[in-house]
């Protein structure tokens, strides 16, 4: 699964991310608990070269089909309806929205389409359904042909309200098979939350700094064995996505909180409500010295400035070599602490 950006966004109920990937999104190599579509009302053909043809093909999912058994019917009021629960199929349940081009068309605005959404997904959650990740496209830039340059200042502004208000959902994936749209949309979630070039420092091009990552990658499966029977999906994601050329610095940091925070639940499985700086400070209970603690403090603190758009201007806000080598450090020190307090 080719990740080309990730997001992080705090909240209450922790930080959560926004990912974006150049896949298909009929072939995704792990489970979706909702995949959202759009068309045109009323309009279920499988249109060639369309998603709507792909999940006939790829998963045998046919839309017209869904749309004559809903479990919810929304379009009179929320433009979208929701499918039946799905059996044997790469996705739990299917969410359409309906009219966008119309929307877009009529008042070049699609900013209510995305609030339906919202309500939609609130509305599943009220009645019970447990949704912790999504699965989107680029939302009615197919065939609807609403540009990619609008499309991204308003998609990352209802995803954070989405992970803000659906307290389940963890993670939302935005998938494209076309890697020149993927890039387009790369490049201006960059410019749209101010991702300095310190920031997009591609990691491996430093040999010092390429063996390290080997070393932590290494590291990082060992302690997945050390934790068999337990949650590991996370941190092996880590391992792998680490090993990759195209690893940038600001996606170590992002992707270094999310493994640790998963290894501290682990090792402290009673209180998994806790936030990462709780969970380093209970590892005091399991007789850490404060020493080692700070590097867990310090890989934490590294990963919460990567999480936030950077809207300071004052020249030392900018990261050095120097600083990637630390925070590198950093994180090969705490995995090898974690490792050999699991022996």
């Known amino acids: 699964m080719?990740?080309?950006?990730?997001?992080?966004?705090?909240?209450?109920?922790?930080?959560?991310?926004?990912?974006?990937?150049?896949?298909?999104?009929?072939?995704?190599?792990?489970?979706?608990?909702?995949?959202?579509?759009?068309?045109?009302?009323?309009?279920?053909?499988?249109?060639?070269?369309?998603?709507?043809?792909?999940?006939?093909?790829?998963?045998?999912?046919?839309?017209?089909?869904?749309?004559?058994?809903k479990l919810?019917?929304?379009?009179?009021?929320?433009?979208?309806?929701?499918?039946?629960?799905?059996?044997?199929?790469?996705?739990?349940?299917?969410?359409?929205?309906?009219?966008?081009?119309?929307?877009?068309?009529?008042?070049?605005?699609?900013?209510?389409?995305?609030?339906?959404?919202?309500?939609?997904?609130?509305?599943?959650?009220?009645?019970?359904?447990?949704?912790?990740?999504?699965?989107?496209?680029?939302?009615?830039?197919?065939?609807?042909?609403?540009?990619?340059?609008?499309?991204?200042?308003?998609?990352?502004?209802?995803?954070?309200?989405?992970?803000?208000?659906?307290?389940?959902?963890?993670?939302?994936?935005?998938?494209?098979?076309?890697?020149?749209?993927?890039?387009?949309?790369?490049?201006?979630?960059?410019?749209?939350?101010?991702?300095?070039q310190d920031r997009l420092f591609k990691i491996r091009e430093d040999v010092q700094l390429a063996d390290a990552l080997d070393r932590i990658s290494q590291k990082l499966l060992q302690l997945c064995q050390a934790m068999q029977f337990r949650n590991t999906t996370t941190i092996e994601e880590f391992a792998t996505r680490i090993k990759e050329e195209d690893i940038r610095i600001y996606e170590l940091g992002i992707l270094a909180r999310r493994a640790m925070e998963r290894m501290l639940k682990n090792m402290l499985p009673d209180d998994n409500s806790l936030t990462l700086s709780e969970l380093v400070g209970s590892l005091r209970q399991k007789e850490f010295s404060p020493w080692m603690l700070s590097y867990l403090h310090t890989v934490r603190s590294f990963s919460n400035f990567f999480s936030h758009e950077n809207e300071s201007k004052h020249p030392d806000n900018e990261m050095l070599k120097e600083d990637y080598i630390f925070f590198i450090q950093s994180i090969e020190r705490s995995v090898t602490l974690l490792l050999a307090n699991m022996r």
Not at 42 to 67: F, K
């Open 2 to 69: 080719p990740l080309q950006n990730i997001v992080s966004i705090s909240t209450n109920g922790g930080y959560k991310t926004i990912e974006i990937h150049h896949d298909d999104l009929t072939k995704l190599p792990w489970h979706t608990d909702v995949l959202v579509i759009s068309a045109f009302r009323g309009g279920y053909s499988p249109v060639p070269n369309t998603l709507i043809e792909a999940l006939l093909l790829n998963q045998s999912i046919e839309i017209s089909r869904l749309a004559e058994d």
């Open 72 to 196: 919810y019917d929304f379009r009179d009021t929320l433009s979208a309806w929701v499918s039946q629960p799905l059996q044997g199929k790469s996705y739990s349940y299917i969410v359409c929205l309906e009219g966008m081009f119309e929307s877009h068309h009529n008042t070049g605005n699609i900013e209510s389409h995305l609030e339906d959404l919202l309500a939609v997904l609130a509305v599943m959650q009220h009645k019970g359904i447990k949704i912790e990740n999504i699965a989107l496209p680029f939302l009615g830039t197919g065939n609807q042909g609403i540009p990619l340059d609008q499309l991204v200042p308003t998609l990352i502004k209802k995803s954070k309200e989405l992970l803000e208000t659906i307290h389940s959902v963890n993670t939302l994936y935005f998938v494209h098979p076309k890697l020149a749209h993927v890039e387009h949309v790369n490049k201006e979630v960059n410019r749209y939350i101010k991702r300095g």
